[in-house]
């Protein structure tokens, strides 16, 4: 089975500071992980994914996550915080095309002025 | 349409009431999801369908609820005798044959 933790339910950064936000898997075969951003009162929207290919992802809005097999990990970063980033991060992960998305239970970003 | 369209976009409903949630997916989008997202929580699977053929049902929480989608397009996913417990954001997402999932905006439904 597979399983996301996502290390923090709420992060607060400062305006212009850096967003970590991290992301552990467990599955029995390489999987495809993604990052999705949901704003209030919305659906999920897609940031970035990663399937096979380079380690490191770049999405919209200037996020980026590195995929490390070692630590089975697959941590979102933005080097500089926006206020517009302020919404619900959810990592995924997919065992197969066409089958079902596991989600975390996601991580709320406040932003800072 | 551009994206996945779902209606309606809130829904209140009195316990033990019947409630009926569309969604609209991406033309030509082959698979199609459900997904339950309790409040402060991650989306969780419900069922799946590729064209009309419902591959995976094994999310769904109780037979009270039930998905369709007869023609391989619009699906509906039907609550019966809707309990407080049933209270969520109902999410459907569709996609090409492979991966490539297009959320749409969600039903809210509260059961009073």
């Known amino acids: 089975a597979q399983s996301v933790t996502q290390l923090g339910s709420h992060v607060s950064v400062s305006e212009g500071a850096l967003v970590l936000l991290r992301c552990n898997y467990s599955?029995?075969?390489?999987?495809?992980l993604f990052w999705y951003v949901q704003y209030p009162n919305q659906g999920l929207q897609l940031l970035l994914k990663?399937?096979?290919?380079?380690?490191l992802v770049k999405g919209i809005n200037g996020f980026e996550a590195e995929f490390k097999k070692s630590e089975t990990s697959f941590h979102l970063t933005k080097p500089s915080a926006h206020m517009s980033d302020a919404a619900e991060y959810f990592c995924?992960?997919?065992?197969?095309?066409?089958?079902?998305?596991?989600f975390g239970g996601g991580t709320r970003v406040l932003v800072k002025p | 349409g551009a994206g996945v369209s779902q209606s309606p976009r809130y829904k209140v409903a009195k316990r033990g009431q019947d409630v009926a949630l569309r969604c609209d997916p991406i033309?030509?989008?082959?698979?199609l999801f459900w997904y339950q997202q309790a409040l402060g929580q991650g989306p969780e699977f419900l069922t799946y369908?590729?064209?009309?053929?419902?591959?995976?049902k094994s999310g769904l929480p109780s037979d009270r609820f039930f998905a369709e989608r007869p023609e391989g397009s619009v699906s509906t996913l039907k609550i019966q005798r809707t309990q407080q417990e049933d209270s969520a954001v109902y999410l459907c997402?569709?996609?090409?044959?492979?991966?490539?999932?297009?959320f749409g905006s969600g039903t809210r439904l509260t059961v009073v």
């Open positions: 997402a569709s996609s090409p044959i492979s991966y490539g999932y297009t």
């Open positions: 599955s029995s075969v390489p999987p495809y």
């Open positions: 995924a992960v997919l065992k197969a095309a066409g089958n079902k998305l596991t």
């Open positions: 990663y399937t096979t290919g380079a380690t």
């Open positions: 033309s030509g989008h082959v698979s």
């Open positions: 369908f590729q064209n009309e053929a419902q591959l995976d």
